[in-house]
T-cell receptor, first 114, second 110 residues
Framework: GAGVSQSPSNKVTEKGKDVELRCDPI?????LYWYRQSLGQGLEFLIY????????KSGLPSDRFSAERTGGSVSTLTIQRTQQEDSAVYLC????????????FGSGTQLSVL | GEDVEQSLFLSVREGDSSVINCTYT??????LYWYKQEPGAGLQLLTY?????DMKQDQRLTVLLNKKDKHLSLRIADTQTGDSAIYFC??????????FGKGTKLSVKP
């Protein structure tokens, strides 16, 4: 596709359930990022993948959060045992390469934990 | 740690200039960025400036960088209602990721 695609666009889940959020980056982009956007909290960095390097997981808020990137392309962000405070918009972005901050963002997944 | 600060709200009248300010802490960044987020959408890169420049102009947009004070600003000339959005300042973090501010919501009144 022409841009970064995220699915689902909306997800409602019950507290304690696991959720998976998907990101399809722009073809050929080697860098992939996950951010979380909460009301009043701005954009919070979660995790960053660059090529075959070990991901930078320094932004993950707890061990309930994990992400993987298969084949250097599609990425999945998994939240286990969801809590109400996990409710937010989860944004994925991709970029042509390291050191270049021209990120292309998807429209996000709105996660609501009831 | 690395941090980016910006004011949360700005309201201007159509036709006026808007100035959105930002301060950052990481002095090693090569580039600094401004992103725009329209309602219900992801962020889009608006403009960026190389850290050894102090000004960049792009049509109605002017970016000013004061590296000594670690201060970045975005000026939008002749602001239009279509400019209403949230504007994020971003700093190229030392780890390769971008550190974003909390965003400034620009409201343009007719």
């Amino acid at each position: 596709g022409a841009g970064v695609s995220q699915s689902p666009s909306n997800k409602v889940t019950e507290k304690g359930k696991d959720v998976e959020l998907r990101c399809d980056p722009i073809s050929g982009h080697t860098a992939l990022y996950w951010y979380r956007q909460s009301l009043g909290q701005g954009l919070e960095f979660l995790i960053y993948f660059q090529g075959n390097s070990a991901p930078d997981k320094s932004g993950l808020p707890s061990d309930r959060f994990s992400a993987e990137r298969t084949g250097g392309s599609v990425s999945t962000l998994t939240i286990q045992r969801t809590q109400q405070e996990d409710s937010a918009v989860y944004l994925c972005a991709s970029s042509p390469g390291q050191g270049v901050g021209k990120l292309f963002f998807g429209s996000g997944t709105q996660l609501s934990v009831l | 740690g690395e941090d980016v600060e910006q004011s949360l709200f700005l309201s201007v009248r159509e036709g006026d200039s808007s100035v959105i300010n930002c301060t950052y802490t990481d002095s090693s960044s090569t580039y600094l960025y401004w992103y725009k987020q329209e309602p219900g959408a992801g962020l889009q890169l608006l403009t960026y400036i190389f850290s050894n420049m102090d000004m960049k102009q792009d049509q109605r947009l002017t970016v000013l960088l004061n590296k000594k004070d670690k201060h970045l600003s975005l000026r939008i000339a002749d602001t239009q209602t279509g400019d209403s959005a949230i504007y994020f300042c971003a700093d190229g973090g030392s780890q390769g990721n971008l550190i974003f501010g909390k965003g400034t919501k620009l409201s343009v009144k007719p």
